[in-house]
């Protein structure tokens, strides 16, 4: 099989203002626009009282009274402390992820906490067939990768299983990548793409996983590819995103799993940012995956997958997903609610179900065309395959279904 390292816990077989600068529904004191540029300008410190932490932390993630972290206590000659004392710049990208991302406190909605219990059990009366499918001591892991193979061409779905997975600049840029976001999180300067992807590249080498092993001995070539690949995401995100303030609550690669049936059936995930937290049963928290290709409705799917998880593990949804295209610097977002929830508890049955048919029964592959075609290995002796790729190709030059 073919993880996507950077989403999959186990590889080895082992993101406001409008013109008017408003948040949270009302004009923030102290910001600006620039009519030339459309740029927003805040004060970090100064009259109108406020960082963007101080404004957002309440509109973007938390409930609204929480004492925002940052600026308090931070020595304005303190050259460690970037930009403090100047105008907080957001381009329009930025500004927009935070006016998508914010939300009043009254537009967060409740949900009732038995939720999760109630999902739990849908979830293992629909499983619980697969239990005489599996043999002794084995278990069967479900994550986003394979749930979207198994709902696309079954007969790629089992080809990458069959296949030994191997690091290459494209695998490996991924994990550099969010190795690089997660340092900007904690970074006591400004962050320089390169400068993160680096020390990334320099951390991840001396871990103790398969990718740090391949790392210590790619060839100088293989280490520029994924130099150069990994600071094209990681400035774009920098460029696409506004500064994830520490009163947002930023964590990245944050990992979910729900274990059934004594572990028999495990069902993770780890989504690349999260910001907000569980507050009582109100949903505060956004989830947001970051794509480097174009949209795709398998994209939809993996958020909700994600989704699904955070309730069942915590007891109350996230309020939002969002997946973010960095090529195109859009966000793509959907509301959280008890129909989009029962919809990825059905399809998580039904693909876990067809993956233990097809391992473990001895039900026949069915193969579909679409455009993972172009990455599957059996193109080469998949006429379906080669006739769709003809049909479409001129279409398909801006198709990346990389994350980042």
Request: proline share 9%; charged share 25%.
């Amino acid at each position: 099989m073919a993880p996507e390292p950077w989403t999959d816990p186990d590889p080895d077989p082992d993101p406001d203002p409008d013109p008017d600068a408003v948040i949270d529904g009302e004009a923030e004191p102290g910001a600006s626009v620039d009519a030339a540029t459309g740029e927003v300008r805040r004060a970090a410190n100064g009259a109108g009282g406020g960082s963007l932490a101080a404004g957002a932390s309440a509109g973007l993630a938390n409930g609204g009274d929480d004492e925002p972290d940052g600026a308090g206590g931070a020595d304005p000659a303190d050259p460690a402390v970037p930009g403090f004392g100047q105008a907080e710049v957001l381009n329009p990208a930025q500004a927009d992820v935070v006016a998508l991302l914010g939300a009043k406190p009254s537009e967060r909605p409740q949900f009732d906490a038995e939720l999760r219990h109630h999902l739990r059990a849908e979830l293992e009366a629909g499983l619980a067939p697969i239990l005489d499918q599996l043999p002794d001591e084995t278990q069967l892991f479900v994550s986003k990768y394979p749930l979207s193979q198994i709902h696309g061409c079954e007969d790629k779905f089992l080809a990458e299983r069959a296949e030994a997975f191997s690091w290459t600049p494209a695998t490996a840029r991924g994990s550099v990548s969010h190795k690089a976001v997660e340092l900007s999180l904690h970074w006591d300067r400004d962050p320089i793409p390169l400068e993160l992807v680096d020390e990334a590249v320099a951390r991840l080498s001396f871990g103790s996983g398969s990718l740090a092993d391949w790392l210590q001995t790619a060839s100088t070539v293989e280490r520029a590819e994924v130099r150069a690949q990994a600071n094209e995401r990681v400035a774009k995100f920098l460029e696409c995103f506004p500064p994830l303030k520490p009163a947002w609550r930023p964590v990245t690669e944050s990992s979910a799993k729900v274990e059934l049936f004594d572990t028999r059936i495990v069902l993770q995930g780890r989504v690349d940012l999260t910001l907000g937290h569980t507050r009582g049963t109100t949903a505060n928290k956004v989830l947001i995956d970051f794509k480097s290709g174009g949209f795709s409705p398998a994209h939809v799917d993996d958020l909700r997958f994600y989704a699904l998880l955070e309730t069942i593990r915590m007891g109350t949804p996230p309020r939002l997903v969002a997946t973010y295209y960095l090529d195109s610097g859009r966000p793509f977002p959907e509301s959280i609610s008890e129909p989009v929830l029962d919809a990825a508890l059905h399809r998580t049955v039904d693909g876990a179900r067809r993956m233990a048919d097809l391992l473990h029964g001895d039900a026949v592959p069915v193969r579909r065309s679409g455009p993972s075609c172009r990455w599957c290995p059996l193109l080469a002796i998949c006429p379906d395959g080669q006739a769709w790729l003809r049909g479409t190709d001129d279409e398909l030059d801006h198709v990346d279904d990389g994350d980042v």
